[in-house]
C-alpha cells in the first residue's frame, strides 16, 4: 500500500517481521520526573522552529502542538530515554482503546531523542517498523521508551517500546534515523 499526495509519494507500507530485544521499562515514576528535562520542552537557541524542542508542532512530541500526543522523551540513564505518556479518553476508538496509528506515533520521536541526548542530531525518520503487542485503553498512562540500537554509516537505528504503567509491553518499534557519518 502506499500513501501519496496527489502523485507524490510520501509512504510505503507492507508487511514485515520485527526482531528486537526490547529492554525493560523504568518505572512510571521514573518517566514522569525525568520529563521536565525533556528536549521537547526545552527552548532551543538558533532552531529553525519557533517554540519550544525539536519540532514545537510534531503531533508527536510538540509541546506546542495543543492536540497532540505530548510524547515528552528524556534520558533516564546511559542507555535509554523515556517519556510519561498520559492518554485521554477521547481519544478512543470504537472499542475504548488508542487507535494503532496513534500508538505508531509514539514510537516515532522517541528514537530520535535516544541519539539527540548523547549529541547525535539526526532529523529525518527514514524507516519505521512496528509491532502492536497488545491494545491500550484510551486514559490510561503508559511508559514510552527508546535506546539506540546500532549506526551504519549515516543510518541510525533505534529500538522504541511503548508499555502500560505496570510494566506490560504494548507496542515495540525500530526506526532508522538519517544523520551524520559516524
Known sequence: MTVTDDERLIAEVRSSGLDLEVPPPPSWQQALEAQPDSISLQDREGSPFPGRGFHPVCFCCGADHEDGLAVYASRIDDKQVAAAWRTRPEWADKDGNIPVPWLWTALDCPGQVAF???GIWTGLLGRITAAVDGSARAGDNYIVTAWPVTVE??????????????????????????????
Not at 549515516?154 to 557519518?181: D, Y
Open 153 to 182: 554509516g549515516k543510518k541510525h537505528f533505534a529500538g522504541t517500546a511503548v508499555f502500560s504503567e505496570s510494566g506490560e509491553l504494548v507496542a515495540r518499534a525500530v526506526s532508522v534515523w538519517i544523520g551524520r557519518r559516524n
Open 116 to 118: 539527540a541526548v548523547q
